[in-house]
């Protein structure tokens, strides 16, 4: 009898250190970029490239510089930030303890920007480039200045990375095409536990948020992805595979755990072993 009952619990544990594994070996082993590119063999055709287009709440930075320092000044917005202990602002014009910098132009609802001398100017749905171009010849048509240069920058655009990646948060954008890969080596790359088959893009289109899957597993599902460039305001989540996903419990022992199943086992194993010792 009691060997016909060891011979039992002896059993049980077996079993579940067999449920273990199979539990274990669950894990996605698709973790690896790119499966079906091959080195010197693959070529993958990329969606056509687009750049970041301005809307109604981007902020920008617009300087106008040419050979007369002076009469540029009536285009940059001026702004002056005070060193700490450094005294009052004189009206006068005494800037010591000061540093001046640029201010930007915050896009109204109707895409437009009220710019110095030339008044408001329409900027919706332009990139940084056109827009320099706009203002340039505007300048030049109505002989305000010769032979200007203007830079534009994005002030406050950004991207948000969200769920299994190193540095989860929100990065600006510093030029005009930044693709779904830079917004994951900016937060870090996914975490081991982050779905490569299913990563999320979450985008604002013509008041209706949209959800796009992106398949970081293959390069021709990546690659031709309409969110394979990001825009503004782009969110980008990566779930959390099954392996995660059963490490997500109250206290981290319940029966869908790794740990549950191993110290169950070792416990049927350990008595099997002491109580007919």
Not at 13 to 26: M, N, Q, T
Not at 70 to 76: G, P
Not at 233 to 259: F, H, I, K, L, W
Request: proline fraction near 4%.
């Amino acid at each position: 009898m009691k060997a016909t009952f060891r011979s039992l619990l002896l059993q049980a544990a077996g079993l579940l250190w067999a449920v273990w594994g199979l539990v274990a070996c669950s894990t996605p082993a698709r973790i690896t970029y790119f499966q079906d590119l091959r080195p010197g063999e693959s070529e993958q055709q990329v969606v056509a490239a687009t750049e970041i287009k301005v809307r109604p709440g981007d902020k920008l930075s617009i300087i106008v510089n040419s050979r007369d320092p002076q009469l540029t000044q009536l285009f940059n917005l001026p702004y002056v930030t005070k060193q700490l202990g450094q005294g009052n602002l004189i009206a006068s014009g005494n800037m010591e303890g000061y540093s001046q910098g640029v201010s930007g132009y915050t896009v109204d609802e109707q895409g437009m920007i009220d710019f110095p001398v030339l008044g408001k100017i329409e900027l919706a749905g332009k990139n940084r480039e056109e827009i320099a171009a706009f203002i340039k010849e505007e300048l030049l048509a109505k002989n305000l200045v010769k032979d200007p240069v203007v830079t534009v920058e994005y002030m406050n655009l950004c991207i948000s990375v969200l769920g299994e990646v190193a540095s989860p948060g929100r990065y600006s954008i510093d030029r005009d095409k930044v693709t779904l890969l830079d917004a994951i080596s900016m937060a870090g790359d996914l975490t081991i536990y982050g779905k490569r088959e299913k990563v999320l893009v979450l985008r604002e289109e013509n008041g209706v948020q949209r959800v796009y899957g992106v398949n970081l597993c293959s390069a021709e599902h990546l690659y031709t992805s309409p969110v394979y460039y990001l825009r503004q305001n782009d969110v980008v989540y990566v779930e959390p595979n099954n392996v995660r996903a059963r490490q997500a419990t109250v206290n981290g022992n319940n029966v869908r755990s790794t740990s549950f199943w191993i110290s169950l086992a070792s416990l049927l194993t350990t008595i099997a072993v002491l109580v007919f010792k």
